[in-house]
């Protein structure tokens, strides 16, 4: 079955075909985080939600080219560089690394290329010398440089595609934001923002007199240097639609990159918000957790990546401690599973349980349905317990399972981090340790650390579980 998703540009749920569909390619975007301070995890479920979508693609055989923008110019980051007097690497280094970290805690693959805007600055500026020399872009009064929605869509172009915009409310001549007073239309946005004396150092040269450039822009410039003028998906956050990802495509096709008839982009993918007491995650409300927030409350990376991949990513889904601790017994009881299967596998080997697989992959084709696809796990689970049970799990069987459990999970992205380069029979050896502790059989859970011990591990007894280690 293809994959099919819903496409924000049509409104509708269609089949992905990518603009290359012989060569297996596709060329992914996901707007980055803006590193003024620690992620939250309202963040991640964006991140997460890009990173299953990435793993789903890779799966399904086409070579991924995954482009994730870091965001570090912008008022917030130029408000705290003056207030901390360092210079604005140094700031945003500290924030784009914790970034980093949180990331990998949550096992989000990392993207091929990671352009920061500061670095690209010289591509910013010719994009906006495009659309400067096609006359969609003006200099204002006050030196900054805008787009001109009027002059895009006089030559044909479509704005308000993602969305369905009132225009009789941004008539042109009115005036909104103040800093943003010389403009011509509402809107009108912001390209190349004119140096003011509150950017301190935070400043370069252009054609238009020194200045920054402003948010949207930024993503155009990246996302055609690195995937060419028209690619396969972008994503975010369904906050970003509107105006952002309007005004990147406004930006991106009206500078008139792309080959005839082909858009910018062919499928935009927005995930809902991850919510806090039923209202959106953010700093600037002050309900949200930071990965390191519940890392240091004693839950893993995989206990919240798991959470995150729990809701449909259309639906906005309520964050609560407690759900965290229900994805902590989900978690728990797989986990179980899996040590059950080991065992009763024995080191058979057989191809992966088809039925499983095709299950699996049957729900994730339909729309990314997370729901779907816990549901035909959970019910395998059960399964597998009732035959444990009772005896009857023979060892080619429980091969089958684990064989498609593998599959599965490389999809899923929930393999323990702490696990990484650490041979898949000591990682059995420990799970197996951790049933008999569980189960009280101390005896056989002493047995099992000094095999581990012989085969050059030791087992680390942590907050968030056992780890092994190099002995
Ligand atoms: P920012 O660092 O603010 O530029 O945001 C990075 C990404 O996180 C963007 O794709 C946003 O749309 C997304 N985002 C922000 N808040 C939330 C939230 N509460 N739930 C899901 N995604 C969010
Ligand atoms: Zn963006």
Known sequence: MALRFFNTLSRSVQDFVPLQPDAKRAGLYCCGPTVHDFAHIGNFRTFVFTDLVRRCLEFKGYAVRHVMNITDVEDKIIQRVAETKASLREYTAKYEAAFFEDFQALGCLRPHE???????????????????????????????????????????????????????????????????????????????????????????????????????????????????????LHMGGEDLIFPHHEDEIAQSEGAGLQAPRQPFVKYWLHGAHLLAEGKKMSKSLGNYFTVRDLLAKGFTGREIRYLLLTAHYRETFNFTLE?????????????ECLGKLREAAAGATAPPDESLLQQF????????????????????????????????????????GLAAWQKIV???????????????????????????????????????????????WIIEDTPKGARLKRF
């Open 114 to 232: 990671t352009p920061r805007a500061t670095d690209c600055i010289a591509d910013i500026i010719s994009l906006i010398g495009k659309l400067m020399e096609r006359g969609m872009a003006y200099r204002a009064t006050d030196g900054s440089v805008y787009f001109s929605i009027e002059k895009y869509q006089a030559r044909g172009g479509r704005y308000g595609q993602l969305l369905k915009l009132n225009f009789e409310e941004m008539r042109p001549g009115q005036r909104v934001s103040s800093d943003e007073y010389a403009k011509e239309a509402v809107a009108d946005f912001a390209l190349w923002k004119a140096r003011v004396p509150a950017d301190g150092p935070v400043f370069w040269p252009s054609p238009w007199g020194e200045g920054r450039p402003g948010w949207h822009i930024e993503c155009s410039a990246m996302s055609m240097k690195l995937l060419g003028p028209s690619f396969d």
């Open 323 to 335: 759900g965290l601790q229900g994805a902590r017994t989900a978690l728990g009881r797989l986990d």
């Open 361 to 400: 992959t049957a729900a994730l084709d339909d729309d990314f349905n997370v729901s779907a696809a816990w549901g035909a796990i959970f019910e395998w689970v059960r399964n597998n317990n009732r035959l444990a049970v009772s005896g009857g799990m023979r060892p080619e069987q429980a091969a089958a």
């Open 410 to 456: 490389s999809v899923l992205g929930l393999v323990p981090i702490e696990s990484a380069g650490i041979p898949p029979p000591c990682l059995a050896l420990l799970e197996q340790r951790e049933t008999a502790r569980k189960a009280k059989d101390f005896k056989r859970a002493d047995a099992l650390r000094d095999q581990l011990k012989s085969e050059g």
